[in-house]
């Protein structure tokens, strides 16, 4: 079988992935693929989206280090796993005024008591213009590149309550001992918010979504403890996973 | 020569001396005022698209803008904006008549429950068609058109109960009411969701009588949930954008803001909580020539707006006597918190750098 090159361009859920991938048995995973990593999250990459004029412009370094480092490894297939975190974060910003929304898309979910809702729509604008510009990068790429282009989707949220506050960096930690820890339902449904804009804009853009490990999810249909980094990072547990979902991908 | 009572009249009594003479800038036709806000008074707004200008002037003035329906902090102020948070005290969007003020206290307290309640939109959306723009794009289900209707009456309760003074503008007499049970629809129905079926709604022009009951309903229900609560009356000078009432729209307006002005004046006579304030004839006064519309000849400058504010604040504030305190706040702090780019900087891209870096 021919072995694929591929481009793997991510911010930091590219950790579980680049972690697995040097760490794991090298002759289950890689006699399907090899692969190069691009880390948005260097200095140099920084701001990633520019908007000038109304115009969204995308960082011409790194533009041009995928565009040498494709040229090097000859790559088949680009990876990307862009952002991933900000639903977390939307949901530890909004616990000042414990939160609820009624996602349409998914109805079943349960109201959150003594809670104020926001209108989806106003949720739903704030996710799309928070996200939407970071993934237009996608089509960026497949346009530069003219090479296909897979997105991954950021991992579930943890079930565990008890790890958002333990591996919180200070900054998030001063409001978590503030407003208290998100319940996991209303991190959960901003999860799904941000899968749903997600998809909304890969589906636009003629990208394809390699679907997330089925295995990594608890009986809530949350993220087990054993696959979670910290309060939203997976692994390489979970990064091991996904490669081989990845790799059915590409079989 | 004879005495006669024109002798001892001010000279705010004659046109020469305090409107032909003066600077249009000048012009102050307030008169005396019943009484005085201070800067803790929690105020209240409601009424048509004049009453935008008064909300926002009296936010930005160091008023104590009671708003209970405040947009979540985690929306940033555009989209609070497009979902018509803080325009008013309560998410209720413009009410252009005193029809569907009372209406609007009633529904908000369960006493009345209008026969068509909602409407589906093409797409399936839900539309509240007594707040029709209020949600852009349609309430998504009917969940969450049920839970936002609770919790905006809920807002609107707590208005009532805790109001010191309600500024309520009063933009139109003529509305559209349901055939079935009179309610009135801020927007002829078709016009912005739902469909026009002249068997289930009507056109009616609410002439002076049935505005001055309506503003005895409506100062009656606030006032038996909240004994202390004043009001203040306008008449918005914004004429009519149509008139469906067969009349050259040019004489509707005249008739419109004549009933209005004229209900206005008399109830504000007859309640002493209850006071006028001159908003429209400070706009269409002779005096300005027309300088205080736009070319469209319908929408306010901000230099009109300006003047109306400044004698507002002159004559029923005693902020100028008051020690400079900051005033209690019940309008949306600034958001000093990192933004949600810079936290995940923080929580991901700094700790992956240290990890790869």
């Not at chain 1, 969204?56 to 280090?65: A, G, H, K, V």
């Not at chain 2, 707004?45 to 909300?55: D, L």
């Not at chain 2, 609770?150 to 010191?164: G, M, N």
Request: glycine share 6%; proline share 7%.
């Amino acid at each position: 079988m021919k072995s694929i090159s591929l481009v793997v361009i991510g911010n930091s859920h590219l950790q579980d992935l680049e972690e697995a991938y040097i760490n794991c048995d090298k002759n289950k995973l890689y006699s399907v693929h090899t692969s190069n990593f691009v880390r948005l999250y260097e200095n140099r990459y920084n701001p990633m989206v520019s908007i000038v004029d109304g115009n969204t412009l995308f960082n011409q370094e790194l533009e041009r280090d995928i565009l040498d480092l494709i040229e090097k490894v000859k790559s088949d297939a680009l990876i990307t796993s862009i952002l991933g975190s900000e639903h977390l974060i939307w949901s530890v910003q909004g616990q000042e005024r414990p939160f609820d929304v009624i996602l349409p898309f998914a109805p079943e979910l349960p109201r959150i008591p003594d809670t104020e809702l926001i209108p989806f729509g106003a949720l739903y604008s704030l996710v799309k213009e928070g996200i939407g510009p970071y993934l237009r990068f996608n089509k960026r790429l497949s346009d530069i590149t003219s090479l296909p282009v897979f997105q991954l989707l950021p991992p579930l949220p943890v079930g565990s309550q008890d790890i958002i506050l333990e591996t919180a960096p200070e900054t998030l930690k001063s409001m978590l001992l503030e407003n208290g820890v998100p319940s996991p339902i209303i991190r959960y449904k901003m999860w799904r918010l941000w899968i749903h804009v997600a998809e909304e804009i890969a589906a636009e853009l003629g990208v394809s979504i390699i679907p997330m490990p089925e295995e990594a999810k608890d009986e809530n249909g949350l993220l087990k403890r054993q696959y979670a980094r910290d309060s939203v990072h997976a692994n390489a547990s979970l990064g091991l996973l996904t490669w081989r979902e990845i790799n059915a991908f590409f079989s | 020569m004879a005495s006669h009572p024109y002798k001892a009249l001010p000279k705010e009594a004659f046109w020469r001396t305090s409107v032909a003479e003066p600077a249009p800038s000048a012009i102050d036709p307030v008169g005396p005022t019943k009484f005085v806000l201070s800067r803790t008074d929690k105020v209240a707004t409601a009424g048509s698209c004049f009453a935008q200008h008064i909300a926002r002037h009296l936010s930005q003035s160091g008023f104590n803008y009671l708003v209970t329906e405040q947009a979540h902090p985690l929306l940033p102020k555009p989209i609070a904006d497009k979902f018509g948070y803080g325009l008013f005290t309560a998410r209720y969007a413009n009410i252009y008549t005193s029809r569907q003020m009372i209406q609007l206290l009633r529904r908000a307290f369960g006493l009345f429950v209008p026969a068509e309640d909602v409407w589906t939109d093409t797409d399936g959306a839900l539309i509240d068609p007594f707040r029709p723009q209020i949600q852009p794009g349609g309430f998504q289900t009917q969940a969450e058109f049920d839970a936002d209707r609770e919790q905006h009456f809920a807002a609107i309760r707590l208005a009532v109960e805790t109001l010191d003074c309600l500024v309520f503008t009063l933009g139109l007499t003529e509305c559209w009411l349901s055939r079935a049970d009179g309610a009135a629809y801020p927007l002829c129905p078709g016009v912005s969701g739902g469909s026009y079926d002249d068997k289930r709604h009507m056109f009616y022009n609410l002439n002076v009588n049935d505005v001055l009951a309506d503003l005895e309903a409506i100062h009656d229900f606030v006032t038996e949930r909240n004994p202390t609560a004043r009001f203040i009356l306008t008449v918005s000078p914004v004429p009519l954008a149509a008139s469906a009432s067969g009349d050259h729209v040019l004489t509707a307006t005249t008739y419109s803001k004549s009933v209005l002005r004229a209900a206005a004046g008399e109830f504000a006579r007859s309640r002493a909580n209850v006071a006028y304030f001159p908003s429209y004839e400070i706009i269409t006064g002779s005096f300005s020539q027309g300088a205080y519309f736009e070319p469209d000849l319908r929408s306010v400058t901000e230099e009109g707006v300006s003047h109306v504010m400044r004698l507002f604040l002159a004559h029923y504030t005693s902020m100028n006597d008051e020690p400079q305190t900051e005033p209690p706040s019940t309008t949306i702090p600034e958001r000093k918190a990192m933004t949600t780019r810079e936290l995940v900087a923080v929580i991901c891209e700094e700790e992956a750098l240290q990890k790869f870096g």
